[in-house]
């Protein structure tokens, strides 16, 4: 399986460099942002992903600068990190002052994973894990991804494994919501409940003035999800505190991971020729 996948990535990586000589033959690559689904080992050189043990496998920068820079004259920068904590960069910008807070961004999708960011910084950690609440356990075998993905709420609505992308997923969702408009609030409210727990162990360890919360299945009740969540923090929370950060749902306009990946390309640039 390692085998095959490195060769895709390979033939990927040569269609990229054919086209790169093709159209832009006189431009000079300067820098590469990769999109990985899960923290990058880097160190190791690898992604760290259990539902793709695969990818811990491949060297993927060197790999890259391999195929791309194959007389080792230029000097790219190849900068690999997480889907998530680039989603989170594109996020964070849209909050006024960003560049003066403390922001966790958390994204619920096939996965579970969140980001960290203070003073306009994503905090990456010893090995990219900081911030990512999905691998936290919630019980002594359970960990969140488990409990509150896209598939587990599906799972929990239809009693079955459903196959396919998060798009079929979201349309057996949608469907079974229009015939069982009461049952379907209830799961919600329940996995509300799941969410707003994992995000009070946040609130505690790193009391941000910000959450932004991205989750696919919120899409089908955005304002029932989102009054949900803060109704059930702030009474977790009493008589502690009386008040809960900001909540806010992901902007879907700027939540593409590669829009993050383009902002971070391009200040890492800025600084390293300031």
């Not at 990769?34 to 923290?39: D, H, R, S």
Request: charged share 25%.
């Amino acid at each position: 399986m390692n085998i095959i996948m490195q060769d895709n990535l390979e033939d990927f990586l040569l269609i990229i460099d054919k086209y790169i000589n093709t159209y832009f033959p006189d431009e000079e690559m300067i820098s590469i942002g990769v999109v990985a689904p899960g923290p990058y080992d880097v160190e190791n050189d690898t992604i760290i992903n259990k539902r793709i043990p695969e990818l811990m496998q491949l060297n993927i920068k060197s790999l890259i600068d391999k195929i791309l820079n194959k007389d080792g004259s230029a000097q790219i920068d190849i900068f690999i990190d997480e889907d998530v904590k680039f989603a989170a960069q594109a996020n964070i910008i849209e909050i006024p002052d960003y560049t003066q807070k403390i922001i966790y961004y958390m994204y619920i999708g096939e996965g579970v994973g969140g980001a960290i960011s203070v003073n306009g910084v994503i905090v990456r950690g010893l090995f990219s894990f900081a911030g990512d609440i999905g691998q936290v356990l919630a019980d002594e075998d359970t960990c969140f991804e488990e409990l509150i993905s896209l598939k587990a709420f599906a799972r929990e609505v239809t009693g079955n494994d459903i196959t396919g992308s998060d798009e079929d997923i979201m349309s057996v969702l949608k469907d079974y919501q229009i015939k069982n408009t009461h049952v379907f609030s209830q799961y919600l409210n329940k996995f509300c409940r799941m969410i707003s727990t994992a995000l009070y162990n946040v609130i505690w360890f790193i009391d941000p003035h910000t959450i932004i919360i991205e989750c696919r299945y919120a899409e089908l009740d955005n304002d029932f999800f989102l009054e949900n969540i803060r109704e059930t923090l702030t009474q977790k929370l009493l008589p502690i505190r009386r008040d809960i950060p900001k909540i806010l749902l992901s902007n879907h306009i700027v939540k593409n991971a590669h829009v993050g990946s383009g902002i971070i390309l391009r200040n890492r640039w800025l600084k390293s020729i300031s």
